[in-house]
């Protein structure tokens, strides 16, 4: 039975945890739409059905984010950071469903974006961002994750799809285990 991690260790979790969110899809969905791509200049219209529905998106993508990141901190003890990633393969929460529901997460809430602004540099940035993405996911982390968790990531692989959610889970909800 594993020991519960000391509060220091925990509170280091969570700083490293936040200051990664910062940085990686504060960088992509935040900063970069706001500075270059018209974010900054967006009027909201509640009456206009665009802008209610890029409100959610917005909402909606932050507080998936944010429980996708709690998962890896709580379960994972790591954080989003490819240089400090989980110890342990999660498969709770949105990752019994797809196994990639940060990149979803932060995807949902540029696309709320782009409905804001209405600006086709944003939508071709958004689209840019999930191709690259699919390529980091594809050729870096599904390769490495196989190496780190084995025969746990394979058959997780197998029950779980990455970007959409099969119709059921087969992931056991007691053990977490695929």
């Known amino acids: ?33 706001w500075r270059f791509f018209g974010l900054s200049r967006v009027r909201l219209d509640l009456l ?5 529905v890029g409100l959610v998106c917005l909402a909606l993508g932050t507080v998936l984010l944010a429980m996708c990141i709690w998962e890896f ?40 974006e782009v409905l804001l602004t209405r600006s086709r540099g944003l939508l071709l940035y958004w689209v840019i961002w999930f191709l690259f993405v699919n390529l980091f996911v594809i050729g870096y982390e599904e390769p490495t994750l196989r190496r780190r968790f084995g025969s746990s990531y ?7 799809g990455r970007w959409l959610p099969r119709l059921r889970s087969t992931c056991d909800p007691r053990s977490g285990r695929p």
């Open 1 to 33: 039975m594993a020991a519960h991690p000391s509060p220091v260790s925990s509170a280091w979790l969570a700083i490293r945890s936040l200051l990664w969110a910062l940085l990686v899809p504060g960088l992509f969905a935040g900063y970069v739409p």
């Open 48 to 52: 206009n059905p665009a802008h209610l």
């Open 73 to 112: 901190a709580r379960r994972g003890r790591g954080t989003l950071s490819p240089i400090d990633p989980p110890r342990q393969l999660v498969v709770h929460g949105l990752y019994r469903y797809v196994r990639n529901p940060m990149y979803l997460s932060v995807t949902t809430i540029v696309l709320g």
């Open 154 to 160: 394979e058959a997780y692989m197998q029950r779980v």
